[in-house]
């Protein structure tokens, strides 16, 4: 008698860690992609609990910059300044199956700065690339990867 109740223990367990493994991994591939939004960078900085800079005061290039967010960090903010007269165009994607997927489309003005948040952006990894009417590009880009909102 004692074995049966065993078993029947045995199998409920097994059934219920069997469920439960199956909810954790739709919940990762159910993961909305990532999104975009301008911040007004002139309201006080939110320090997260775990968070570093992933580009660091970095110069700006008709190349483009990208950097990989690691995972287990949700969300990124980028600076960029444009150190010159014409209008930065700045253009922000990822990588999604080889193909670059634009989340965000803007402009800088001459001499100004531009500060953008990104949610859902653990695992993933990021292009930034910029023109000018002129083809010339002159400024820094800064990421700073967190673990929570910023």
């Given at each position: 008698?004692?074995?049966?109740?065993?078993?029947?223990?045995?199998?409920?367990?097994?059934?219920?860690?069997?469920?439960?493994s199956?909810?954790?991994?739709?919940a990762?591939?159910?993961?909305?992609?990532?999104?975009a939004?301008?911040?007004?960078?002139?309201?006080?900085?939110?320090?997260?609990?775990?968070?570093?800079?992933?580009?660091?005061?970095?110069?700006?290039?008709?190349?483009?910059?990208?950097?990989?967010?690691?995972?287990?960090?949700?969300?990124?903010?980028?600076?960029?300044?444009?150190?010159?007269?014409?209008?930065?165009?700045?253009y922000?994607?990822?990588?999604?199956?080889?193909?670059?997927?634009?989340?965000?489309?803007?402009?800088?003005?001459?001499?100004?700065?531009?500060?953008?948040?990104?949610?859902?952006?653990?695992?993933?990894?990021?292009?930034?690339?910029?023109?000018?009417?002129?083809?010339?590009?002159?400024?820094?880009?800064?990421?700073?990867?967190?673990?929570?909102?910023?």
């Amino acid at each position: 008698m004692k074995l049966k109740r065993f078993k029947r223990s045995f199998f409920i367990f097994a059934v219920v860690v069997a469920l439960m493994s199956l909810s954790s991994v739709s919940a990762v591939a159910d993961s909305p992609p990532p999104s975009a939004t301008v911040v007004d960078s002139s309201l006080p900085e939110i320090i997260p609990f775990t968070d570093f800079l992933v580009i660091d005061n970095a110069n700006l290039n008709n190349g483009g910059n990208s950097w990989s967010q690691p995972s287990g960090y949700d969300y990124a903010r980028l600076y960029i300044s444009n150190s010159q007269s014409p209008t930065l165009n700045v253009y922000l994607s990822y990588d999604l199956n080889g193909s670059k997927q634009n989340i965000y489309t803007g402009t800088v003005s001459a001499n100004g700065t531009l500060t953008i948040n990104v949610t859902h952006a653990s695992g993933h990894v990021f292009y930034v690339d910029y023109n000018t009417a002129d083809g010339t590009v002159s400024g820094k880009i800064s990421v700073r990867a967190s673990d929570v909102p910023l």
